[in-house]
């Protein structure tokens, strides 16, 4: 059974940074892993995947935010700098049960309802 251990969250003042961790125990090194964030009102959003073939990012993160994945350790990491208030949110891990694309990712959108695995999540904070 998949298990998803978010960490590394806390509050940083704007243009800061933070780095995320999930621990992914029993997945598949193929299986599309990543990182979401939800604000209480909104829906919940894509922030970045990886799988063995690639990385993906939302267009609001994208030179800001790094993920990466430790294939030995079985965890991923999410390496935020140039916070800004705007990132204010709980971040989730979530991991499917195949590739990224197409099912996970597809024309610059996120099948969030897809994912069948998550964390509990963990709190970022970025005051101005």
């Known amino acids: 059974q998949v298990r998803l251990v978010e960490s590394g969250g806390g509050s940083v003042q704007s243009g800061g940074s933070l780095r995320l961790s999930c621990a992914a125990a029993?997945?598949?090194?193929?299986?599309?892993i990543g990182w979401f964030r939800q604000t209480p009102g909104k829906e919940r959003e894509g922030v970045a995947l990886i799988d063995d073939e690639a990385t993906i990012y939302a267009d609001s993160v994208k030179g800001r935010f790094t993920i990466s994945q430790d294939v030995a350790k079985s965890t991923i990491y999410l390496q935020m700098n140039n916070l800004k208030p705007d990132d204010t949110a709980m971040y989730y891990c979530?991991?499917?049960?195949?590739?990224?694309?197409?099912?996970?990712?597809?024309?610059?959108?996120?099948?969030?309802?897809?994912?069948?695995?998550w964390g509990q999540g963990t709190q970022v904070t970025v005051s101005s």
């Open positions: 029993s997945l598949s090194r193929s299986s599309c």
């Open positions: 979530a991991a499917g049960n195949q590739g990224c694309r197409p099912v996970y990712y597809s024309g610059g959108y996120f099948s969030i309802s897809d994912f069948v695995h």
